[in-house]
């Protein structure tokens, strides 16, 4: 009986013991878990604070850009009403039309044209058509002067039998070809004063048999450009000197 009861109270010690160990490392446990939570909300608490922080940082910078925005908008609205008012438009000018033939002479198909080197006036073709002028030229010669080539050729009026005679270097050569078949006709060029109303210039001339022709001289493009322009409904708009 007696050791029953000694191995009952041995019993109910050593659980006592077990109990209170157990209670003291839950305890611990607990403080613990409590801690770490602790720590935890802690650290939470500061980063809400840091992001409360930059947030308020990061709207007072938008703040500002917005008032500078805004100063700048009131600065340009300003320079423009300004400028504005400092636009003074020009006054319409009327500008008189500029015609490109105003200072060129109006000629017909046929006009009178004068060659002063021998003091004589022809009955000339006026012809847009042609690149060079030329001259109805006659018993032509050629001949060497002091080196150089010469021609000598009469010109003759188509209202008289009368003829010019002329002796001219010549200036260069050109060959005129007919026709597939033919070899060509060298022609020599000569230079004339020649005078058509108001104006009076030096032309070259191709020297050919237009005795066949009605006219003695035709006057091509060479010279007429940037002088006159041809009207083929007007004859003898120029009157013989």
């Known amino acids: 009986m007696k050791k029953a009861f000694v191995a009952i109270s041995l019993v109910s010690l050593l659980s006592a013991c077990a109990s209170q160990d157990y209670y003291q490392k839950q305890e611990a446990h607990n403080q613990q878990s409590t801690q770490q939570l602790t720590q935890l909300q ?14 308020q940082q990061s709207i007072a910078e938008l703040k500002s850009i917005q008032q500078q925005l805004d100063e700048m908008k009131v600065v340009n609205q300003r320079t423009l009403s300004a400028a504005q008012k400092e636009i003074v438009l020009p006054l319409p000018v009327s500008c008189p039309e500029q015609s490109i033939a105003s200072h060129k002479m109006i000629i017909g198909e046929t006009e009178w044209v004068f060659l002063p080197g021998i003091n004589e006036t022809f009955l000339a073709r006026i012809d847009t058509g042609a690149t060079t002028s030329s001259l109805n030229a006659t018993n032509i010669d050629r001949f060497e002067r002091e080196g150089k080539e010469w021609v000598r050729f009469s010109l003759s009026h188509v209202e008289s039998e009368t003829q010019a005679q002329f002796e001219l270097p010549v200036k260069r050569n050109v060959s005129i070809v007919q026709s597939s078949n033919d070899d060509g006709e060298r022609r020599p060029v000569v230079e ?17 048999d237009r005795s066949h022709l009605n006219f003695p001289i035709l006057i091509g493009r060479n010279f007429l450009r940037d002088i006159a322009l041809v009207d083929v409904a007007l004859n003898k708009t120029i009157a013989k000197p």
């Open 42 to 55: 802690d650290q939470q608490s500061q980063n809400l604070a840091q992001c409360s922080q930059h947030n």
């Open 192 to 208: 004339l004063m020649i005078t058509l109303g108001s104006a009076n210039e030096l032309t070259e001339f191709t020297l050919a």
